[in-house]
């Protein structure tokens, strides 16, 4: 008995098919069926190496055909300076929810890039001020990348400020983002003063203790924070966190995984101080920003849905148009 062809997309197929205005839209509707119950999450599994740890993710989302995703992902923050490897690597495995198909392999390092910035843009349209025009981002690898192509469509942005503990990374990113987006951007050294300067800051470093305190934050300023995405990272102090109103994509999730969790380990905070999930805050379950001056924070850990969703748009457009290779694994 023999099945459909798979289908195997590269980071270049997804690079062809998606718009970052395609993640937007796929995150918003992962979070949206969260909140309607048209998706679902399992908790993540971590297998911890030597040199790095992998993350499994799995969980099912419904639009006009239902899927289920799995995914396998390699964080190894050193290999570009080892041996010159991404730091993250890995697959997505979609399936039809259905009758268990396997539908579509998906490279995972260009999807878990551009879906992690879209969340954080979809919390930065709920949360963060609407009149933000500086932005910070802490961390200039690929990540921070991702995040000022995605906020760059929703705010108008006069800097962008870049922080790294390399400087070079920090001057390089600075530089791509003058070229090729046209905005003002520019590398700093005084962390501190850029982090009082700017209403909407991401964290995105490999940290795994807290540099972005309270003091270094102004009111009303919008913080997203997608470091910690593993149990011993870290990057927001737990006074910080106390200080916030906290949006979370996953609670449950952020209380194993994220800054959540060392805020209530320092005993600055207990579970229910987090305000919403972001699926409450789409919905429109839970209000969003409340006052004008205080600081929200979006603890980011990633959620499969997010994964899902994305993956699932990205096969059908690849169904439509043609692209990708198709093979056969089994018959």
């Known amino acids: 008995m023999s099945t459909a062809p798979q289908l195997i997309l590269s980071r270049s197929d997804l690079a062809a098919l998606m718009t970052t205005r395609d993640y937007l839209a796929a995150a918003e509707d992962a979070f949206r069926a969260l909140g309607e119950g ?17 993350h499994a993710k799995g969980g099912a989302y419904s639009n006009q055909r239902s899927y289920v995703a799995l995914k396998l992902n390699g964080n190894f923050p050193g290999n570009p300076e080892r041996n010159g490897l991404p730091t993250i690597q890995g697959a997505i ?93 520019l590398s700093v050294a005084d962390f501190a003063a850029a982090a009082q300067s700017a209403e909407i800051i991401v964290t995105s470093t490999t940290a795994s203790a807290p540099f972005l305190g309270p003091e270094h934050v102004r009111p009303g300023a919008f913080i997203a924070a997608v470091g910690a995405d593993n149990p011993h990272k870290s990057e927001l102090a737990p006074a910080l966190i106390a200080r916030a109103a906290l949006v979370c994509d996953s609670i449950s999730q952020c209380e194993s995984m994220g800054d959540l969790r060392h805020a209530i380990a320092a005993g600055a905070i207990s579970r229910d101080h987090a305000r919403a999930e972001l699926n409450e805050i789409v919905t429109g379950a839970r209000p969003g920003r409340m006052l004008s001056e205080e600081i929200i924070v979006f603890d980011s850990t990633g959620l499969a849905v997010q994964d899902a969703a994305a993956a699932s748009v990205a096969f059908e457009r690849a169904v439509n148009t043609g692209r990708g290779l198709h093979c056969v694994l089994h018959e």
Request: charged share 15%; with cysteine; hydrophobic share 55%.
């Open 38 to 54: 048209r998706a679902s999450t399992a908790a993540p599994l971590h297998v911890e190496t030597a040199h790095g740890v992998f």
């Open 93 to 185: 495995l979609l399936c039809a929810a259905d009758n268990g198909a396997l539908l579509c392999i998906l490279d995972s390092a260009e999807l878990t890039l551009r879906r992690t910035a879209a969340a954080s843009a979809l919390a930065a349209r709920h949360l963060a001020p609407a009149n933000a025009r500086t932005l910070l981002l802490c961390g200039c690898g690929a990540q921070a990348r991702a995040h000022i192509e995605a906020l760059a469509g929703l705010f108008k942005l006069d800097a962008v400020l870049c922080w790294d503990q390399y400087a070079a990374k920090a001057e390089a990113l600075a530089g791509q983002i003058r070229t090729e987006l046209a905005l003002h951007a």
